[in-house]
């Protein structure tokens, strides 16, 4: 199976800052990436995929690099509403997998 | 606008079994699949399964094979995630998620709200 880490774990930033998560897969996905983001009490929410596409009503603040096995997830300027906790996903392999996700706090 | 209502939260003791609905609304069900995720109580999103509408083909990891069933009833547009012999590590909330192929990449874009399954003696 297909290992997905994300890293940092979580974070701590401010309104306004720019924020980069990282996720490393074991071996080589191509593309087969897709980043979601995570509210308490909800369902998680698709932002990115095949790595860098922005998903449809996503704000363009949001953007996805990387292919092999080194993604990014980057946030230029942090808004209130983006604090949550972010999960990569990789369906390149069966069974597709997702990352340990990356909490995003408030500093 | 594209909707999946899932069934309402179950409370199951070790041994029985659970079966969540997922009831999608506002797109052609047979043009997209459904995967069926799962979160433990304070944990990370753990894969399930997957559904083809048009197939009916269906595929699940495998530490749940044997115990899972995947089901989509297009004249309903309802899909079913059946789990047998609960364990109470299967206490979770239970997504559906629509997913399109881009590219080849399986992307889940529209998700329920979650099924809380409890297994409790």
Redesign the interface.
Known sequence: DIQMTQSPSSLSASVGDRVTITCRASQNIN????W?Q?TPGR????LI??AS?L?SGVPSRFSGSGSGTDFTLTISRLQPEDFATY?C?Q??G????????TKLEIK | QVQLLQSGAEVKKPGASVKVSCKASGYSFTNYGV?W?RQAPGQ????V??SSTYSGNT????SLQGRVTLTTDASTTTAYMELRNLRSDDSAIY?C?RSRF?????????????TLVTVSS
């Open positions: 593309n087969f990436l897709n979601f995570q369902a998680p929410k698709l995929y095949a596409s998903q999960y996903h369906s390149f069966i069974p597709p997998s997702f990352g340990q996700g | 995967s995720v990370g999103l753990e894969w399964g997957w595929d699940s990891v495998q997504y998620a881009v590219r080849g990449i399986l992307t889940p874009d529209y998700w329920g709200q979650g």
